[in-house]
T-cell receptor
Framework: GQQLNQSPQSMFIQEGEDVSMNCTSS?????WLWYKQDPGEGPVLLIA?????ELTSNGRLTAQFGITRKDSFLNISASIPSDVGIYFC?????????????FGTGTRLQVTL | EPEVTQTPSHQVTQMGQEVILRCVPI?????FYWYRQILGQKVEFLVS????????KSEIFDDQFSVERPDGSNFTLKIRSTKLEDSAMYFC?????????????FGSGTQLSVL
């Protein structure tokens, strides 16, 4: 099956630092997404990417869809305490009529004051 | 802002018992999904549902699982005879369009514990 590996698995950073995490796949995806999950909550969409090479920003977040369509990265600038959580990448190859997503293994982010 | 609602938030059951997890998708959405997340692991696709039938299912979604839209608002996941390894957080999701993943909204989940 399709595998999405994220690195690093976890990060401990200080408030104000920039963060970078990435996601690599054994398969090509047509859409890449980045989600944040807070404890006890469902994933919340941060950024969606649709074209190879696309670079998209959402506030302090920037994500890029790799040229090979097998990877993506997410950057967070000037981290704040509420950035704490687990960040998942997800890919969609687009099967049938429904949006089946394959999720990555997650990067746990801890922000210290 | 409309949201996907799941009940209960926590469910504890004995191995071998049947459980039904309930979801109320966003009202104008037509595509419905169940995902699950075993503690500390990634979120995994279980099943997608459209027009009153299953569109796609994963190998996790075996004969012990079933989904139903019993009325115009609810979407349920039934596990007929629960196993210890069914313990996980189950997320319902819905979307207005089938091919637009950015339109997929997740509920807060039901934590299922099988003892």
């Amino acid at each position: 099956g399709q595998q999405l590996n994220q690195s690093p698995q976890s990060m401990f950073i200080q408030e104000g630092e920039d963060v970078s995490m990435n996601c690599t796949s054994s398969s090509i995806f047509n859409t890449w997404l980045w989600y944040k999950q807070d404890p006890g909550e469902g994933p919340v969409l941060l950024i969606a990417l649709y074209k190879a090479g696309e670079l998209t920003s959402n506030g302090r977040l920037t994500a890029q869809f790799g040229i090979t369509r097998k990877d993506s990265f997410l950057n967070i600038s000037a981290s704040i305490p509420s950035d704490v959580g687990i960040y998942f990448c997800a890919g969609q190859f687009r099967t049938g009529t429904a949006s089946k997503l394959t999720f990555g293994t997650g990067t746990r982010l801890q922000v210290t004051l | 802002e409309p949201e996907v609602t799941q009940t209960p938030s926590h469910q504890v059951t004995q191995m071998g018992q049947e459980v039904i997890l309930r979801c109320v998708p966003i009202s104008n959405h037509l595509y419905f999904y169940w995902y699950r997340q075993i503690l500390g692991q990634k979120v995994e696709f279980l099943v997608s549902f459209y027009n009153n039938e299953i569109s796609e299912k994963s190998e996790i979604f075996d004969d012990q699982f079933s989904v139903e839209r019993p009325d115009g608002s609810n979407f349920t996941l039934k596990i007929r005879s629960t196993k210890l390894e069914d313990s996980a957080m189950y997320f319902c999701a819905s979307s207005e369009f089938g091919g637009a993943p950015e339109k997929l909204f997740f509920g807060s989940g039901t934590q299922l514990s099988v003892l």
